[in-house]
């Protein structure tokens, strides 16, 4: 099985802030890595695929990048609705793993 | 609206079954490979089991697999989840998910979740 590993696992930063979330594979993944967004007592909501492909409605501040096993998810100017959990998954081949998650909380 | 629900969730015995259902609205659902995914309280995603369109591949998770079925009724449009054996470390909120083939296999779409409290 392939293994997502996150850093950091909590961070805290400034409204305008740029943030930067890693996330390491065991073994390469070409691109098949998508991030997703979880706010309390809701669901996940992707909003990176395919390492760097903005999903539709998602604001263009947030971004990512990389390929193979070191990927990073980019949140330019950080915002009070960015408050929430950050997981990488990936989609190269089951199980699909997560990683075990980045809460962003904001100062 | 394009959406999934899912249900059954329910507080049930250390050792006994309980069947989760995801019904689908909104979309072609014969068209998606399906997931289901769980949250434990106050932890992260855990990938459960997978099937596709058909219903002909299936595959699980080790912590899982031999007591979990998926299964999906296409004319239904709806997913399910068998679950056996229950273990209190199955208590969990559990999701399906949708897979978008075009979007790299990302779950796209999730239900809202339902619970399952393993417990005596």
């Known amino acids: 099985d392939i293994q997502m590993t996150q850093s950091p696992s909590s961070l805290s930063a400034s409204v305008g802030d740029r943030v930067t979330i890693t996330c390491r594979a065991s073994q390469s993944i070409s691109s098949y890595l998508n991030w997703y967004q979880q706010k309390p007592g809701k669901a996940p909501k992707v909003l990176i695929y395919?390492?760097?492909s903005l999903q539709s409605g998602v604001p263009s501040r947030f971004s990512g990048s990389g390929s193979g096993t070191d990927f990073t998810l980019t949140i330019s100017s950080l915002q009070p609705e960015d408050s929430a959990t950050y997981y990488c998954q990936q989609s190269y081949s089951t199980p699909r793993t997560f990683g075990q998650g980045t809460k962003v909380e904001i100062k | 609206e394009v959406q999934l629900v899912e249900s059954g969730g329910d507080l049930v015995q250390p050792g006994g079954s309980l069947r989760l259902s995801c019904a689908a609205s909104g979309f072609t659902f014969s068209r998606y490979e399906l997931n289901w995914v769980r949250q434990a309280p106050g932890k992260g995603l855990e990938w459960l089991s997978y099937i596709s369109t058909s219903g002909s591949n299936t595959y699980y998770a080790d912590s899982v697999r031999g007591r979990f079925t998926i299964s999906r009724d296409n004319a239904k449009n709806s997913l399910y989840l068998q679950m056996h054996s229950l273990r209190a470390e199955d208590t969990a909120l559990y999701y399906c998910a949708r897979e978008e083939k075009m979007a790299s296999d990302a779950f796209d779409l999730w239900g809202q979740g339902t619970v399952v409290t393993v417990s005596s």
């Open positions: 395919g390492a760097s």
